[in-house]
T-cell receptor, first 109, second 113 residues
Framework: GEDVEQSLFLSVREGDSSVINCTYT??????LYWYKQEPGAGLQLLTY?????DMKQDQRLTVLLNKKDKHLSLRIADTQTGDSAIYFC?????????FGAGTTVTVRA | EAQVTQNPRYLITVTGKKLTVTCSQN?????MSWYRQDPGLGLRQIYY???????DKGDVPEGYKVSRKEKRNFPLILESPSPNQTSLYFC????????????FGPGTRLTVL
């Protein structure tokens, strides 16, 4: 079965870069996603990467994918207080999404 | 506005009292899914539906039922709720093609006493 793992907490200073890491086990995953959950809200898709790509950049967000190691990371440049949230890594196999436990990112002044 | 709605948003109930959490989407999505979110466990899929009258179990289906009589609605039924079903529940929908982005509802916080 699929198993997605990520660290639970990250504290970062405002203006610094944040890097959230994720490992997954299903080598047949077609898409890998990063979702953001703000307090009291549902999940919102931040970005995704197709499995045949190594990197994707979208404004302040950079996704790196290492298929050999089954490692996915999300880098947030110039982290702002509005980036404080829980970030979920997810892998897709067929129509099923498997989520990690979520990384709580706290941005301190 | 394209959205997924859930009702109720908050519910406190007692063990054994049947309840239904409704989910509706207005995006004509074929695929719908229910997840529960628990601290340290992330989101775990309960049931999903590929289309009308097509449903299947996810990772944690025990104690839950679903139905998909219409494309837009996908209710989650707890016939006899127990305290271990206290959780935050999310409904999601998506189309099968493209990046398969799942659109999530706002969540239903359920407490079973």
């Amino acid at each position: 079965g699929e198993d997605v793992e990520q660290s639970l907490f990250l504290s970062v200073r405002e203006g610094d870069s944040s890097v959230i890491n994720c490992t997954y086990t299903d080598s047949s995953s077609t898409y890998l996603y990063w979702y953001k959950q703000e307090p009291g809200a549902g999940l919102q898709l931040l970005t995704y990467i197709f499995s045949n790509m190594d990197m994707k950049q979208d404004q302040r967000l950079t996704v790196l994918l290492n298929k050999k190691d089954k490692h996915l990371s999300l880098r947030i440049a110039d982290t702002q207080t509005g980036d404080s949230a829980i970030y979920f890594c997810a892998e897709r196999n067929d129509y099923k999404l498997s989520f990690g436990a979520g990384t709580t990112v706290t941005v301190r002044a | 506005e394209a959205q997924v709605t859930q009702n109720p948003r908050y519910l406190i109930t007692v063990t054994g009292k049947k309840l239904t959490v409704t989910c509706s989407q207005n995006m004509n999505h074929e695929y719908m899914s229910w997840y529960r979110q628990d601290p340290g466990l992330g989101l775990r899929q309960i049931y999903y539906s590929m289309n009308v009258e097509v449903t299947d179990k996810g990772d944690v289906p025990e104690g839950y039922k679903v139905s998909r009589k219409e494309k837009r609605n996908f209710p989650l039924i707890l016939e006899s709720p127990s305290p271990n079903q206290t959780s935050l529940y999310f409904c999601a929908s998506s189309t099968p093609g493209g990046n398969n982005e799942q659109f999530f509802g706002p969540g239903t916080r359920l407490t079973v006493l």
